[in-house]
């Protein structure tokens, strides 16, 4: 997804105001649009608004200096992640989970997007406690005073779709209850049918069909994200998948506390990310985390063929006792049978040191072409290449290595540059997850040995014997 | 014959509860008059000494269930509330009591309820006091001035007639943008306030 929006946003710029309602600690004061055509109109006139802001900014270089080019790069970079923070409040849904898919890339962004878009991760236009009262009646038949024995009426976090409450149940477990906006499933999918049809509206785009299977498959997913009945189902999944792993804790799914817009799950009490920095954690802390977390993305992607979509920082704690907790199960995506055969035939092409360039065109869907750009071809090569080297890597991988960081940002750049993007839509799922992994363990400056942990993750799961 | 006080205030009551059962079953354009003075034995003539039309009557039951809601509310309950919540909470009230009788809600609307209803006697003039009053009392709780300004009164009733008219033929699941539409009203109102003491900012301590 970060390639489409890059490639929407760079192809937009301005010097205007800074939107108004960003107010620290405050959410949009803008309505939320649910008519299609009054979103499609602020979905179009966000992209143009971002888009202008760089145009002008082209221009403007052109009279500048190289100093100068710097600061107008920056200020235009900030500008425009106010913008897109701005109509990520408005539209909510889709967009703002496009917006935190940015906030997630860490260093990969530019680094005034990441200070503005951080903010995503926990900031939500809030839902007061009547409207969310209403909410559990209408869910779970019953009012959070009745159904728990305490509920904080404010919230301690945002979801990108509703926000977060701490309670405790009448049998004395702590818990935490994300409850969902009204109206945000219907929202979504009135969002993303804004977008397809911002596509179909751009003839110049390269490759805008295959753009539009990505907006569908991510369609999909968002909707899927909105019924938190599946998200419970998901949650213990993964809880089942991940027990024996010591080191990882899931929580638990209150199934009775928990309904299509509420969703209870017991209470993980930990830092997150900049929190788990902040105290300064020695180089053994930081591995210990950065294993955990590629063990559990490794058990769940071979174990389970499912793919963990959002490794942002907002959905991982970290425990006082050196566990990591896994917070969100909402973004999830299982392979289909065809597209894990292609998975298990890459992990064992790769093991075998065989030629990758007909698996990588497949999965670029650039197989049926006659001609494939050779640039192109180089660039699938070089983007797995950079996969895979903390995997070909003997022992420990040193994630915090700005050099390799550096690397994988020049090549996803040239990547958008070139519009070279088209891609399965499974991979929409598997880039987020494996650049949020890398983003992640980059900022833990974790040291891990991935080689290890992937082998014997595809051994466990039969991927390769 | 001449018919006593108390005979004729029971016959009003049972009229009244007849037209409750009959318009929570039926379709409110299906229910006549007609219907409404055999359900409540009184000849069909006799109804309208009661009742000017259908929809005064209405009008009336609308009135009693919103009374009765009305009456139990007490604004800053819990302390922390902003005024745009405690009115949200106000008007979700008023929708949930009048819910079986949400089929007659837009003809009532369209026929005795309007942004000019005001001052007489009618069941739709009581009701419009009636929701009036409970939003001075919250609004005077959140220690907004001039909370008895006529054009907050009337910028309020047209909202809250607006949301009504809304929620009235909203089809969405379990109407739920009517939630989303009260939501909005409701901040937009307050905010429109003078010296609004947070009606935007919905408490929220993370």
Redesign the interface.
């Known amino acids: 997804m970060r390639a489409d929006v890059m490639e929407l946003l760079s192809s937009v710029d301005d010097d205007v105001a800074l939107p108004a309602p960003l107010a620290p ?3 949009s ?1 803008t ?2 649009p ?1 008519s299609r055509t009054r979103r499609l109109f602020a979905l179009g006139s966000m992209q143009a608004r971002v888009a202008a802001a760089y145009a002008l900014c082209r221009v403007r270089e052109v009279f500048a200096t190289e100093e100068e080019k710097r600061a107008l790069r920056s200020k235009t970079h900030m500008v425009a992640a106010m913008r897109l923070l701005d109509g990520a409040s408005y539209l909510r849904g889709m967009v703002m989970k496009v917006a935190q898919a940015l906030a997630s890339y860490g260093e990969l962004t530019p680094r005034e997007y990441v200070e503005v878009l951080d903010a995503l991760h ?2 939500a236009p ?6 969310l009262r ?2 559990f009646r ?1 869910d779970l038949g019953a009012e959070p005073e009745r159904l728990f024995a305490s509920f904080e ?6 979801a990108s779709i509703g ?1 977060v409450h701490a309670a405790r149940t009448h049998d004395g477990h702590d818990v935490a209850v994300k409850v969902q ?3 945000i499933a ?1 929202a979504i999918d009135s969002d993303t049918r804004a977008w397809l049809a911002l596509l179909a509206s751009m003839p110049f785009l390269k490759d805008r069909r295959y753009e539009a299977d990505v907006v569908r498959e991510a369609r999909a997913g968002l909707v899927r994200e909105t019924d938190y009945r599946v998200e419970a189902r998901t949650a213990d999944d993964v809880a089942a998948a991940l027990a024996d792993l010591a080191d990882v804790v899931v929580p638990r799914v209150h199934p009775a506390l928990s309904g299509e817009h509420v969703l209870t799950l017991d209470l993980l009490r930990g830092d997150h990310l900049d929190a788990f920095l902040a105290r300064d954690p020695s180089q053994e802390q930081r591995d210990r985390a950065g294993e955990s977390l590629l063990r559990a993305v490794s058990r769940l992607y071979y174990g389970e063929r499912t793919i963990l979509g959002d490794p942002g920082p907002g959905n991982f704690l970290f425990l006082r006792d050196g566990r990591l907790g896994v917070l969100d199960f909402g973004c999830y995506r299982r392979f289909t049978d065809a597209e894990w055969e292609l998975i298990v035939a890459m992990c064992r092409a790769e093991r075998a040191g065989a030629d990758l360039d007909a698996l990588l065109l497949r999965c670029a869907r650039l197989d049926a072409e006659p001609h494939v750009d050779p640039t192109h071809l180089q660039a699938l090569r070089d983007t797995t290449a950079w996969y895979f080297e903390s995997t070909r890597h003997e022992g420990a991988f040193d994630f915090g290595d700005v050099a390799y960081l550096r690397r994988g940002m020049e090549l996803q750049k040239r990547i958008m540059e070139r519009r070279q993007t088209r891609q399965m839509p499974v991979f929409l799922w598997q880039t987020r997850s494996f650049t949020g992994t890398r983003a992640l363990l980059h900022r833990l400056r974790a040291r891990v040995d991935h080689r290890r942990i992937d082998r014997e993750e595809m051994e466990r799961a039969g991927v390769v014997s | 014959m001449r018919i006593t006080a108390a005979a004729r205030e029971e016959n009003r009551l049972r009229i009244l509860r007849e037209a409750q059962r009959l318009f929570a079953s039926q379709p409110y354009g299906e229910v006549t008059t007609r219907a409404l003075a055999a359900a409540s034995g009184v000849a069909a003539g006799t109804l309208f000494n009661y009742f000017a039309s259908k929809e005064a009557l209405a009008a009336e039951l609308l009135d009693a269930a919103v009374q009765q809601e009305l009456a139990g509310l007490r604004p800053r309950a ?1 302390g ?3 005024l ?3 009115l ?2 106000l008007v ?1 009230s008023a929708i949930r009591a009048l819910e079986p009788l949400r089929g007659a809600v837009g003809a009532v609307l369209a026929t005795a309820l309007g942004p000019y209803t005001s001052g007489g006697d009618d069941p739709a003039s009581r009701l419009r006091q009636r929701v009036l009053e409970a939003v001075r009392t919250t609004v005077a709780a959140h220690g907004v001035p001039d909370a008895d300004d006529p054009i907050t009164g009337h910028l309020f009733w047209t909202l809250f007639l607006g949301v009504l008219a809304f929620w009235a033929t909203d089809d ?1 699941p ?1 109407q ?2 009517t ?2 539409l009260l ?2 009203s409701m ?1 937009l109102f307050a ?1 429109s306030l003078p010296a609004d003491p947070g009606a ?7």
């Open positions: 600690g405050g959410g004061r309505p939320l649910r926990f900031e809030p839902m007061h406690f009547a409207l209403e909410q209408r009426t404010d919230a301690f976090a945002a926000q906006y009204p109206g219907r | 819990r922390d509330e902003s745009a919540e405690d949200f909470a979700l969405s379990a739920e943008d939630l989303v939501d909005q901040r905010s935007m900012e919905v408490r929220d301590a993370r």
